[in-house]
């Protein structure tokens, strides 16, 4: 109950907008993608035209080898968890997850006995009978799962599909979203712009932006080594120091010409990488580590970096700095 | 200002009910005539009411014309609104317009309007040419009322049903008009009172099968009469009961 | 793009039902009128063409211009006086009332709206007429001799209008006055404005949709009518539908009915335009 998916230089419109500009992209059978990106990066639009909900202006999508070209969503071998769940709001929950079922003829008991397993599955067992009303939010989001999952789809479509949800419950959401995917084994592919829950989830992730793929790898390529600075921005903060012909506002650090990557956690006390000394500006706890503002004494630059909790800092105080690990990218 | 809040509250509704408060009284006029004095407490219009076969068959036939063009008013508006709000057509604002539009003309230009298309037609008149007028009126009412009743959760929900597989006349049945029950119930409950009580076009397109309303008012042509009262604190004691219903049905149910 | 289309014909299906009734016994009907009120008479018999002649008789002729003045004086009178008598009405269940019981003091204010629209103007006629109830408690108290004539006119034609549209301005303003946020008044009174300034300034203007909306409902529907001014106006004074009725019955004189109709419509017409900016049909 897995596919995999191909999309072929897919353009999309509307009106004169470009929502989609000649994207390509290969998902795996089983593979767990997550397209992150900003509002208006066209993810979703994507995710719609996999699902079959428009179709594309140009280009191709193939779904196990498929093309999917005049199939509508009913046909297509994909089901979609939407952002606000689309519960049916008059029937049990039982009848919900079992709707694909029935419209696919399947017996009232087998659909009952379906429905209360995959219940069971997404951590909702015994709760056949009651209504999406009588629900938390977090526990809705389950049900609509479940109703997704039922029709034992080859691809599963997430749209932000824990979005409508407050931050602690969406960070246990995310785990469990990922043991579910690896039970099932079928191809997911999420929606989000939370960049936290791409990596907690993702085996690939797909960082989009002005309709165009502006990255691609596992978490850790994408946030460590990203191949465009709107990537290396949107995964998180980042330090930028342009470098020409190995030269720096900090005097010489490395050969070529482009910018130096480096996150606010990657520069400490010690590392191969010496930034010289800085001042403090300002710093403040953040629990897990200090937050705190320098700048080099060689420059007028501000640097962002987190350091460990029990360092001692004061602003005006001046330190010695080190990047433990850095990425260089090179100017086109 | 409290005080005289709570006179002007007790004056408006006495102003309100003052019409109808007479209208009942005299319903039970021991006399000829529904005006003061008092005579004393009689049935007897009631009675004679009750056993006018004329108004008994223009109960039905305001019945039959009310339930039958308001149920194909709201199945006809239900669908158009169903599509005008699902999909993008070229032309759909003109289409809501065109829609809507019966609702800011008169009844009587309405009426004026088919009897016109019907005598050149040469149709002849009937209960069921003022049916067919009863459904321009009343189209527009449910087609607006579904129309406004289908937001987004809605909307989600059908093409939750279509990703799943529901073919479009499964997503209307099992998931939209239940979804929208409370709408439908209103649009019908709506239609069925303005078709019950609608006068002009049911007197102008109808010959020999006329409506209570119609009735009534060929009634009045005889003057004042307490029979006259009787049969309206029917039709007032009829449509309240409906009402209230309704209000009681809206009240409990669980939201 | 065969998705795209499938959807399409679909739509075009299911509305079709709803449009091809609104064509056939709304639009075309409307458009043969304003063909036929460019036809004449001669003798009993219609002879079509394209004549202004009706259109001018409307607006020279006396006795049809007078039904135009009638009902346009007496619906602009019957709008104001129900937004003056409702506002007030509305805003006290709104503010005054306690929440629990405000549906209960809608409910009962418009309770009368649910009869038959025949027998209410009928029932005014019992209050009104020459031995009716006021006339008789009058009488009786001594205040007057004689009977007042307060049936069979402009009077009572308007009394019986507000006291139907009262009931609906009621309702449309006090759709809209419950959905203002109570923080408005009391923004505007932090800000140091006065209970009329407050009114004036603040309520007023924002409960002008909900006016304006009922107050085009009342001008519509009370200027269309014919039960109400034919049942207590009496013969009298005509007005416009009162006329329309006459060309067609007495004299089937159905192209002139047509083009009075088609004038209806005009001042409907303009109605509508004068207060579009503030309209939410969509609302109702």
Not at chain 3, 106 to 132: E, H, I, Q
Request: glycine share 8%.
């Amino acid at each position: 109950m897995t596919a995999n998916v191909s999309i072929r230089s897919v353009t999309q419109r509307y009106g004169t907008a470009l929502a989609l500009n000649n994207v390509s992209l290969d998902i795996a059978a089983g593979e767990f993608v997550v397209l992150l990106g900003p509002s208006g990066c066209g993810k979703t639009t994507l995710l719609n035209l996999i699902g079959g909900f428009a179709e594309p202006a140009a280009g191709q999508i193939l779904i196990g080898g498929r093309d999917m070209v005049g199939v509508g969503p009913a046909q297509r071998p994909t089901t979609t968890v939407f952002q606000d769940y689309a519960l049916f709001p008059h029937m049990t929950l039982a009848d919900n997850v079992g709707f694909g079922l029935r419209m696919r003829g399947v017996s009232r008991p087998e659909r009952r006995a379906r429905a209360e397993q995959m219940l069971a599955l997404v951590g909702l067992p015994g709760r056949a009978d009651r209504r999406p009303h009588e629900l938390s939010g977090g526990q809705r989001q389950r049900v609509a799962l479940a109703r997704a999952l039922a029709v034992e789809p080859d691809v599963l479509l997430l749209d932000e599909p824990l979005g409508a949800l407050d931050l602690k419950l969406r960070r246990a959401m995310q785990d469990e979203l990922k043991a579910i995917q690896t039970q099932v084994g079928t191809t997911f592919v999420h929606v989000t712009h939370d960049q936290e829950e791409a990596m907690a989830v993702a085996d690939r992730i797909v960082v989009m932006n002005a309709g165009q793929i502006a990255d691609l790898g596992t978490p850790r390529e994408v946030y460590l080594r990203p191949k465009t600075l709107f990537s290396a921005a949107f995964m998180g903060e980042v330090n930028q120091i342009a470098v020409q012909n190995g030269q720096t506002a900090l005097g010489p650090l490395l050969p070529g010409t482009g910018t130096l990557l480096i996150r606010p956690e990657c520069i400490g006390l010690t590392g191969p990488l010496p930034l010289g000394p800085c001042t403090v500006t300002d710093a403040a706890f953040f629990g897990t580590h200090i937050r705190a503002h320098v700048t080099p004494l060689a420059a007028d630059l501000r640097l962002t970096v987190h350091l460990p909790q029990s360092t001692a800092i004061a602003p005006g105080q001046t330190l010695t700095l080190f990047a433990t690990d850095h990425h260089m990218l090179s100017a086109p | 200002m409290r005080v005289l809040s709570w006179l002007y509250l007790a004056l408006a509704y006495a102003f309100v009910f003052l019409p109808i408060a007479v209208l009942v009284a005299f319903s039970f006029q021991d006399g000829r005539l529904p005006v003061p004095p008092f005579k004393g407490f009689s049935l007897q219009w009631y009675d004679k009411v009750l056993g006018d076969s004329a108004l008994m068959t223009a109960l039905w036939h305001s019945a039959l014309v009310a339930f039958v063009s308001s149920a194909l008013a709201l199945v006809m508006g239900f669908l158009a609104a169903h599509a005008l709000a699902r999909v993008r057509l070229p032309g759909s604002v003109l289409m809501r317009g065109v829609l809507i539009a019966p609702m800011t003309v008169s009844y009587l230009i309405i009426a004026l309007g088919l009897l016109t298309t019907f005598n050149q037609a040469g149709v002849s008149l009937s209960l069921w040419t003022a049916g067919i007028g009863h459904v321009v009126i009343n189209l527009p009412l449910c087609f607006a009322i579904c129309y406004a009743a289908m937001g987004d959760q809605q909307k989600n929900a059908e093409r939750a049903a279509r990703d799943l597989g529901a073919s479009e006349a499964r997503v209307l049945w099992l998931i939209s008009a239940p979804m929208l029950a409370p709408a439908l119930g209103a649009a019908f409950f709506l239609s069925v009172t303005f078709s019950w009580d609608e006068f002009i076009i049911t007197f102008l397109l109808t010959r020999f099968d006329v409506t209570l309303p119609v009735e009534i008012w060929s009634m009045l042509r005889s003057g004042l009469s307490p029979a006259t009262n009787a049969v309206g604190s029917l039709v007032f004691l009829v449509s309240i009961t409906a009402v209230l219903l309704m209000e009681i049905l809206l009240f409990l149910r669980p939201r | 793009m065969t998705l795209q289309r499938a959807e399409r014909r679909l739509g075009w299906g299911l509305a079709a039902p709803a449009l091809l009734w609104t064509l056939a016994f709304f639009v075309l009907p409307f458009l043969a009128m304003v063909v036929l009120s460019f036809a004449h008479m001669e003798g009993r018999q219609v002879v079509q063409g394209l004549d202004p002649g009706n259109y001018i008789r409307a607006f020279t002729d006396w006795s049809q211009l007078n039904a135009l003045i009638n009902s346009v004086e007496i619906t602009l009178t019957v709008t104001v006086i129900s937004v003056v008598l409702a506002w007030p009405l509305a805003a006290i269940i709104a503010w005054r009332v306690p929440p629990r019981f405000q549906r209960l003091a809608l409910l009962l204010a418009v309770l009368p709206f649910w009869t038959s629209y025949v027998v209410r103007s009928y029932s005014w006629l019992l209050v009104l007429g020459k031995n009716g109830v006021i006339n008789q408690a009058l009488m009786g108290l001594g205040v007057i001799a004689e009977p007042l004539a307060l049936a069979s006119t402009r009077s009572a034609t308007v009394i019986g209008f507000v006291h139907f549209f009262v009931m609906l301005l009621t309702l449309t303003i006090y759709a809209n006055l419950i959905q203002l946020s109570p923080n408005y008044a009391r923004a505007a009174q932090d800000l140091g404005a006065g209970r009329w300034a407050t009114f004036r300034h603040v309520i007023l203007p924002l409960t002008l949709p909900g006016v304006v909306t009922g107050a085009f409902l009342t001008f519509v529907l009370c200027i269309g009518d014919y039960i109400t001014p034919q049942i207590l106006g009496g013969n009298n004074e005509l007005t416009l539908p009162q006329l329309i009725m006459l060309q067609m019955g007495r004299s089937g004189n159905f192209p002139m009915a047509s083009a009075l109709s088609v004038v209806l419509m005009a001042v409907v017409t303009l109605a509508y335009a004068g207060c579009s900016r503030w309209l939410r049909l969509d609302r109702i």
